[in-house]
T-cell receptor, first 114, second 110 residues
């Protein structure tokens, strides 16, 4: 069995300040982990993916995430928020074995204030 | 390279009507999925197909049926639409952990 918990339903930051979106997971298999972003009324865009290579993964638009096996976490960070980062963010776990079914967190809404 | 293509993009149904959402992928992936997205719930799995000829229920299968017509295509059918099925539907395919999504279908049932 696998699950994903996004610890915050909403995160509010000021433009130019750091962003931290938290994600914890559980998986019976060594997982692949993803972060997706969804802007209003848009589809899902892949930000980054962890696949058991480097534990610090760099993605698009200045985002990065660190895989911490001991904490079963995969938190998403960005040093400086931009207004265009305002969106819904989803953490996804997909096991490396079994049926490969991707499981989504409930999402974190990032609000960026000018 | 089209990736995952979903049709239609928008649909409005009356309660009790039926419709089929179409999904096709051109990446030769074995696994395909249908999700629904509702506010505050993330994406929840409706049905999935691990390979051609097989389908299995996900977290929220009630009111839906699926067909894996061939390796490329995986359709989702609503036999008798209900207002609770108003949602955004996403089709996805994957191979060895890479996931590709369609652009979604926004369905409203009145």
């Amino acid at each position: 069995a696998q699950s994903v918990t996004q610890l915050d339903s909403h995160v509010s930051v000021s433009e130019g300040t750091p962003v931290l979106l938290r994600c914890n997971y559980s998986s019976s298999y060594s997982p692949s982990l993803f972060w997706y972003v969804q802007h209003p009324n848009k589809g899902l865009q892949l930000l980054l993916k962890y696949t058991s290579a480097a534990t610090l993964v760099k993605g698009i638009n200045g985002f990065e995430a660190e895989f911490k096996k001991s904490e079963t976490s995969f938190h998403l960070t960005k040093p400086s928020a931009h207004m265009s980062d305002a969106a819904e963010y989803f953490c996804v776990v997909s096991p490396a074995g079994g049926s490969y079914i991707p499981t989504f967190g409930r999402g974190t809404s990032l609000i960026v204030h000018p | 390279n089209a990736g995952v293509t979903q049709t239609p993009k928008f649909q409005v149904l009356k309660t009790g009507q039926s419709m089929t959402l179409q999904c096709a992928q051109d990446m030769n992936h074995n696994s395909m999925y249908w999700y629904r997205q509702d506010p505050g719930m993330g994406l929840r799995l409706i049905y999935y197909s691990a390979s051609e000829g097989t389908t299995d229920k996900g977290e929220v299968p009630n009111g839906y049926n699926v067909s894996r017509l061939n390796k490329r295509e995986f359709s989702l059918r609503l036999e008798s639409a209900a207002p609770s099925q108003t949602s955004v539907y996403f089709c996805a395919s994957s191979q060895t952990g890479w996931i590709h999504f369609g652009n979604g279908t926004r369905l409203t049932v009145t």
